[in-house]
């Protein structure tokens, strides 16, 4: 069975014996169930890991003993995502899906043609959801450097993004080139990827992010919600880039 992975400061400081509380403790012990005897694996979410077994279950906490403790180096290149905000629940998971697939950085984009607008208190919440669901999807997935769910961008901020990254790729349907044949950067820095809302990106914005140095690619001859895109987009830099 696969080791679950909880998250804690402590992962990353000297010592032969863990106490997990708070919430993570509470969803070992009394969600999971975990007992004395099973493996866990702690995290930071910055890359340091402590593997553990679990001596003490509490009510809401656990007692481990610390086997190991080593350091993850993040992954290059950087994948970044600048996601069109999507209808309903589906931010949510296309955050999920693309933590699990490994993105490292997720920009919010409150793109021209957004259904959905983030505004005052509804914006720090659909932050806050959209934050908590990568957290927890990190930890399904065994990643050991949480990704970073920005706050929201502006097109004017995410062509700042464009300009300072190695690779910068807008997903359009009227586009030439496939993403597969786009040749990749010979010098280290980001991949950043844009994935438009529902209603697609608009040519004012085409242009605004052309002229900062994206270069428009087409996914694949079907079309794809704005929530499966940028996952599926992820794969095939991920592939080429040899991080898969």
Known sequence: MTVPVFLSDAAGQ???????DGPEGRHAAAVRRLRPGERIDL?????RVAECTVTAAGKDSLTAEVLRRYEVPPPRPRLVVVQGLPK???GELAVEMMTE???????????????TQWKGDRAAKALARWRGTAREAAKQARRFHLPEVTEQATTAAVGAL???????????????????RLPLPEEPGDIVMIVGPEG?????????????????ALLGPTVLRTSTAGVAAAAVLMSRCGRW
């Open 14 to 20: 000297t010592g032969d014996t863990i106490v997990l």
């Open 43 to 47: 995290t930071d979410g910055a890359g």
């Open 88 to 90: 309903g629940d589906r």
């Open 101 to 115: 697939a490994g993105v490292d950085v997720i920009v919010p984009w409150a793109a021209s043609r957004c259904v």
């Open 162 to 180: 464009v300009s300072s990254a190695a690779l910068a790729v807008v997903l359009h349907e009227e586009a030439a080139e496939p993403l597969s």
């Open 200 to 216: 697609g990106v608009t040519d004012e914005e085409i242009a605004t992010l052309r002229a900062a140095g994206a270069t428009p």
